[in-house]
């Protein structure tokens, strides 16, 4: 059974995670299996190419990151810190140097793909149960839904007060989308509702 699914961005490969810890790359165009990889020891919850195609990274319940060369199917990294909490979501970031990880210990994460380290943590949020969107919105925000209703936005350029919390669902926000032109967001929530916010920070 899948658990998540990602194109690359010439839509020429999906990519596939899945309950049975593994990950799959299909050929979109024949709809064939590419390559199967022994990606973890639980379930794969979020996959996600690099902007160039050459990059994989997998994230799963087993607390673990790894990143894959897709050309090869080769793990070429794995990440994780002392606290080894179930990963929930991976996002690369735009020139592919870093990427985000949602775990279910309420902490969104950013890590550097060259030095393998934790860059920065970011805290304030509730995400401790479901697998919720975690967005870089550019290389100045970072955006998340919450469990409790509410939407977070870290400013990574600020040193003090760098969060922004939204509130106005009534239940688990899983799913955002950024409008970088507008500096809007909008967010879908277990609660039936999609509301577009302005982000003005």
């Given amino acids: 059974m899948f658990f998540c ?11 596939s995670g899945s309950y049975d810890e593994s990950v799959r790359l299909w050929d979109v165009k024949t709809g064939n299996l590419v390559r ?12 996600d190419f690099s902007k160039d195609g050459v990059s994989l990274i997998s994230g799963s319940y087993d607390g673990l990151v790894r990143l894959w060369n897709v050309a090869t199917g080769q793990c070429t990294r794995t990440f994780s810190d002392d606290s080894n909490h179930p990963v929930s979501y991976v996002e690369f970031c735009f020139n592919g140097k870093y990427f985000l990880t949602a775990n279910l210990n309420s902490t969104l994460k950013l890590w550097s793909t060259d030095t393998g380290k ?3 943590e970011y805290t304030g949020h509730k995400n401790e149960k479901y697998c919720h969107h975690a967005q870089f919105c550019s290389s100045k925000y970072h955006v998340m839904g919450c469990e409790d209703g509410g939407i977070c936005v870290w400013n990574t350029n600020k040193v003090r007060d760098a969060m ?8 688990p926000v899983f799913s955002l989308s950024w409008i970088p032109q507008k500096k809007k967001i909008v967010s879908c929530s277990v609660d039936g509702v999609v509301k577009i916010w302005y982000v003005n920070a």
């Fill in 164 to 171: 922004i919390r939204f509130e106005g669902h009534a239940a």
């Fill in 5 to 15: 699914v990602k194109f690359n961005r010439s839509t020429s490969l999906l990519c």
């Fill in 118 to 120: 934790k860059v920065r």
């Fill in 36 to 47: 199967t990889l022994p990606a973890h020891s639980d379930p794969v919850t979020s996959i």
